[in-house]
């Protein structure tokens, strides 16, 4: 008898069963559209990411969920973004959870791409009776964003904020003041979402996006000022490889060892 086939079925026949577990947890007993037209596809997809990347580190089906959330709004890819709507509400996201990880979205994917996604999640909501608009997160006003969101920067990354905004040349310094009172004063402040998961999310939005290794690195570091630790931030980025691939999954890997090597 071969056992090295015997062990390899065994440890499949395990994630077999994983994904069957997680996949009804999240999406009941229906079955993907796929399997009618690309079964292997399906089979593929499913298994690993339901049966192996949702076993990977600590994180939880909320979290999980979230995280899917966004990185599925960053690559607008809304069909997805409509079936996780509906199965972040299954593991218990609330309403404004789910509202809350797409709105911390737009500061890095701009207003039209949130826009699109806030639609799909809507539709969604509308057909669970969910009544819209939802309750107000908002902590800040006008008089009051800037200074705010200024706190919560300096709370993420400590005084490298002030030595940015004093460096910053004259004609840019409104970049500055947008960051402070539009990126972390009318989003970072919201309710609904806590600090960490707030900052968290921000990380696999960056990832998501490619092209933004310098500001993930940055990220990185105001993870850990919040209380993210690398190994929670491995699980993350390692939660959107599906969703975002090898390359830029690798990309944030290298950012995220260059700030805490190993």
């Known amino acids: 008898m071969d056992y090295t086939k015997l062990g390899n079925?065994?440890?499949?026949?395990?994630?077999?069963?994983?994904n069957q577990v997680t996949y009804k947890k999240l999406f009941g007993d229906g079955v993907p559209v796929a399997y009618a037209t690309d079964p292997d596809f399906q089979d593929i997809l499913s298994r690993f990411i339901f049966g192996e990347v949702f076993y990977q580190g600590e994180l939880d089906d909320k979290q999980r969920e979230l995280i899917t959330l966004v990185v599925l709004a960053t690559n607008q890819t809304l069909p997805q973004l409509k079936a996780h709507t509906q199965a972040a509400?299954?593991?218990?996201?609330?309403?404004?959870?789910?509202?809350?990880?797409?709105?911390?979205?737009?500061?890095?994917?701009?207003?039209?791409?949130?826009?699109?996604?806030?639609?799909?999640?809507n539709?969604?909501?509308?057909?669970?009776?969910?009544?819209?608009?939802?309750?107000?997160?908002?902590?800040?006003?006008?008089?009051?964003?800037?200074?705010k969101g200024l706190a919560v920067q300096v709370e993420i990354f400590g005084d490298i904020i002030e030595k940015?905004?004093?460096?910053?040349?004259?004609?840019?310094k409104h970049i500055q003041d947008y960051l402070s009172a539009f990126c972390f004063g009318d989003f970072y402040t919201r309710g609904g979402l806590d600090l960490k998961t707030r900052e968290l999310l921000t990380l696999c939005i960056l990832s998501s996006l490619g092209g933004c290794?310098?500001?993930?690195?940055?990220?990185?570091?105001?993870?850990?000022?919040?209380?993210?630790?690398?190994?929670?931030?491995?699980?993350?980025?390692?939660?959107?490889?599906?969703?975002?691939?090898?390359?830029?999954?690798?990309?944030?890997?290298?950012?995220?060892n260059e700030i805490i090597p190993e």
């Open 9 to 18: 079925r065994g440890k499949c026949t395990n994630r077999i069963e994983k």
């Open 89 to 121: 509400l299954n593991v218990g996201l609330t309403p404004v959870e789910i509202k809350e990880a797409i709105y911390q979205c737009a500061p890095y994917l701009g207003f039209p791409k949130t826009l699109n996604a806030i639609a799909e999640i």
């Open 164 to 172: 940015n905004r004093d460096n910053a040349p004259s004609n840019q």
């Open 213 to 256: 290794e310098s500001q993930v690195k940055a990220h990185v570091w105001g993870n850990l000022n919040v209380g993210n630790d690398k190994d929670m931030m491995i699980t993350a980025i390692t939660h959107c490889l599906p969703y975002m691939g090898f390359p830029r999954t690798l990309n944030a890997l290298s950012c995220l």
């Open 123 to 147: 539709e969604v909501f509308k057909a669970q009776n969910i009544v819209l608009p939802l309750e107000s997160q908002k902590q800040v006003e006008e008089e009051n964003r800037l200074d």
